[in-house]
């Protein structure tokens, strides 16, 4: 057996290893990394065993495959093979996607770890999941968490498991061989779990959990949230740790907000104030601003403020959770998102998982999966300071082919306009409007405050004076099916206010598939800027990113006319008065390599 000189490894790893170490139980580990604590192993305990967290199940990776050929499964959208669809990171220039995964059906059941990898976020290698419950304290399931990279380029998990008990309890997990940059094997600490809910610190077992990526605090201690709630009282409950094991939770949250329920998979990361570039999640200074989003009442929804590290509170500049609804990753079918600081590219890159829009969930078990990832996206600040851009990332051009260019026209009123040479089930179109006059708009009622309801009373069939006008995708040959994503604009006061919508009311002829219509105001001044629309179609998803990024929504839609051949893509104005199209860019998608 070949010793490890214990001086070769970085500190704070050796405290880590060395804290998993200490205990009673036996363990036995063949990677070197482990050889660090050796001495302290036989000198104090004997010989002891560490579990690797994927052994058991295994049985479960036989079930038949479903059929291949299905209208509705994505082509660059990532989803595992089959079944039901955490924490993504980068390590040794290789991406890594661990997600939720339920190996056993298609429908939400005992969680594992799902493990995929890629070089480029487009084409992704599956793996074994990485972490199985094979502890009493993940013993019903092993649910959301994060990664965290410590110093040296040391990765770690934080996770809720779901222990013997039926309490959610937070545990811990780290790469069992260093050297793999495919981390295929996790070991778990046998001090698991690291925390849990007692009477004494006052949380409901039943509402504790989703750790996030931690942060290193000035003082050498790291810092992270869990999400909770206490009489309906959303919250960030926080936690230090000098060692990334022993962890105290602090007096107070994070930060809390009433009336908001269970904050399921919190995020905190800071934003610079002045680059589009992301920084790393422990960064501090004056040119940074700090993100705290929540997932709640079926959305994310996102505060913009300040981080004071000395009291470790944060201050949103926006007020609280409930004060601004406006401020969401995604108007429409987009949830549990997750971001991480990509450091090979130097941008942060925001995950978000698209559930099925079934009603009936005999169609999820028929087709054999259910639920995907949204395509990755960059965020950065935008330059108001008050809400996050997005956009997909650039590596998408990868699989962009055959490009559509239409020339600058005008589109009438009452006008369709077919875009022709693109595979409309698999596409990427990118569009822009100018308004020539806005003499004529429609006046904003008071009562319109709420964007969703406003575009399911005048959806794509509503004409006004200056919309509706956008693209109709995954439609049929005679319209009798489209999903319509398109812009209005109102006149308040003295300012003009754009409405973008996702109109999924004629998206299918099929009753067991939700038909919701989804909206969201954009902040663009029409009179001086263009109004972008950019829409990512992949078969039963319609991403839309609306003014540049600062808008977007996501539809999950299931056409039984608009199916391969059958599908066409439409640019369309229902209103009264003329608009520009300046510019009309399409790419077919190739499918991305995902299994």
């Known amino acids: 057996m070949n010793m490890t000189n214990t001086t070769q490894f970085p500190p704070l790893l050796k405290s880590l290893l060395c804290s998993l170490a200490n205990t009673n139980k036996a363990i036995m580990v063949n990677s070197s990394v482990w050889l660090i604590c050796l001495s302290a192993l036989f000198l104090g305990h004997g010989v002891l065993e560490l579990e690797a967290s994927h052994h058991v199940y295994r049985q479960l990776q036989t079930l038949e495959f479903p059929p291949v050929n299905q209208p509705y499964r994505t082509s660059f959208h990532f989803q595992p093979e089959r079944n039901w669809m955490n924490g993504p990171m980068i390590y040794k220039g290789i991406y890594h996607l661990f997600y939720q995964y339920n190996p056993s059906g298609a429908l939400s059941g005992t969680k594992v770890w799902g493990h995929s990898t890629s070089t480029d976020l487009i084409n992704w290698i599956p793996h074994d999941p990485a972490i199985y419950p094979s502890q009493l304290s993940d013993s019903n399931g092993c649910w959301s968490g994060s990664a965290t990279i410590l110093p040296w380029d040391q990765p770690a998990i934080l996770y809720t498991g779901i222990d013997q008990q039926g309490q ?44 996030s990526t931690a942060w290193l605090g000035l003082d050498g201690r790291w810092r992270m949230i869990i999400g909770s709630v206490r009489r309906n009282r959303g919250m960030a409950i926080l936690y230090r740790s000098k060692d990334f094991v022993h962890w105290t939770k602090a007096q107070h949250p994070l930060y809390s907000a009433k009336d908001t329920g269970m904050w399921e998979c919190p995020d905190f990361f800071p934003v610079s104030n002045s680059s589009m570039n992301g920084v790393d999640t422990s960064m501090l200074g004056s040119s940074i601003k700090h993100v705290l989003k929540a997932s709640l009442n079926g959305h994310d929804s996102y505060t913009i403020g300040t981080y004071n590290h000395d009291k470790d509170i944060y201050i949103p500049d926006n007020g609280s959770m409930e004060s601004d609804p ?144 956008g693209l109709k995708v995954l439609a049929s040959k005679g319209l009798q099916e489209y999903t319509a994503v398109f812009f209005r604009i109102f006149k308040d006061q003295n300012k003009f206010v754009v409405l973008m919508c996702s109109d999924q009311s004629r998206s299918s002829s099929n009753l067991d598939y939700d038909k919701s219509t989804y909206g969201a105001f954009v902040d663009v001044d029409p009179v001086n800027e263009k109004l972008s629309l950019r829409t990512l179609i992949d078969h039963s998803v319609v991403e839309s990113f609306g003014g540049e990024g600062k808008t977007c929504i996501t539809a999950r839609v299931y056409p039984t006319l608009a199916i391969d051949s059958g599908a066409h893509l439409y640019t369309f104005n229902n209103g009264t008065q003329n608009v520009t199209i300046s510019r009309l860019s399409a790419w077919s998608m190739e499918k991305a390599q995902i299994s």
Not at 185 to 205: C, F, G, Q, R, Y
Not at 418 to 445: H, M, R, W, Y
Request: aromatic fraction near 10%; glycine fraction near 8%; proline fraction near 8%.
């Open 168 to 211: 959610q309890v937070q545990n811990l997990a780290i790469p069992k061989n260093l050297s793999d940059p495919y981390l295929l094997e996790w070991v778990k600490s046998p001090n698991n779990p690291l925390m849990a809910p007692t009477p004494i610190n006052k949380i409901d077992p039943n509402s504790f959990r989703d750790p």
């Open 326 to 469: 406006r401020l969401r990753y995604d108007y429409g079918r987009y949830y549990a998102s997750k971001t991480f600081f990509d450091s090979a590219k130097n941008r942060r890159i925001l995950w978000g998982w698209i559930s099925e829009g079934t009603t009936n969930e005999t169609l999820d078990i028929m087709k054999g999966w259910s639920g995907i990832q949204g395509f990755p996206r960059q965020i950065w600040l935008d330059k108001s300071g008050k809400q996050l851009m997005q956009w997909p990332i650039a590596e998408i051009e990868k699989l962009r082919r055959n490009q559509v260019d239409m020339p600058s026209m005008v589109l009438k009123g009452g006008s369709v306009l077919e875009v022709s040479g693109v595979n409309a089930t698999q596409a990427d179109v990118d569009i822009a409007f100018e308004i020539p006059k806005l003499d004529k708009v429609e006046l904003l009622d008071p009562n319109w405050t709420d964007p969703q309801q406003l575009c399911s009373q005048k959806g794509a069939l509503v004409g006004g004076e200056l919309g509706p006008f």
